[in-house]
């Protein structure tokens, strides 16, 4: 487990691109997320957003953001040739939840709220069928992993100076 602060201007960002995100899925009528039910909705593309900061500030590369109108990409970052899905919860009891399963991808939990994260771990995409299940919860069906099935993303760096370079 690795516990991420992001700073004030981290944190500025992050509220800039997820405020951003939500004006353009409103924009272009994408509806089908869990925006819908809380009552500031652009809160989670917010957090969100500082999620995936976290995982970035942690493993030492950028975001994949691109917060145009257009298809929504399928991954959040691309780290030594991998691509990760970045996937947060505020709850520090929360489990993986994937609506959309790629099994090419590398899926990361992550826990908290600004500007205090919590990477909890990671799982392969073509791993999740076997340490998660399907579920239908109350607004969508979807895969969940259970976070302790998860492995730690640290095991996941490859050297040392990747080791040193994240928050600990």
Partial sequence: MEIVTLSPPECQIASYIGRLRWEISLAYDR?????????????????????EMAVAKCLNVYPEWSPTPGEVPR???AWN?????VKSTQRPD???LIPYLEEYLLYVLVCGQMPKYCILGKIK???VPVAGHWVTLKHTAC?????DRLEPLRQYRRSQYEARSCCH
């Fill in 31 to 51: 509806r089908e997320t869990k925006r819908n039910f809380t009552s500031d909705g652009f809160r989670n593309d917010i957090e969100a957003v500082g999620a």
């Fill in 75 to 77: 991954f959040d970052l």
């Fill in 81 to 85: 040739g991998q691509k990760l899905d």
């Fill in 94 to 96: 929360g489990n993986l």
């Fill in 125 to 127: 995409g073509s791993e």
């Fill in 143 to 147: 895969w969940l992993v259970p976070a």
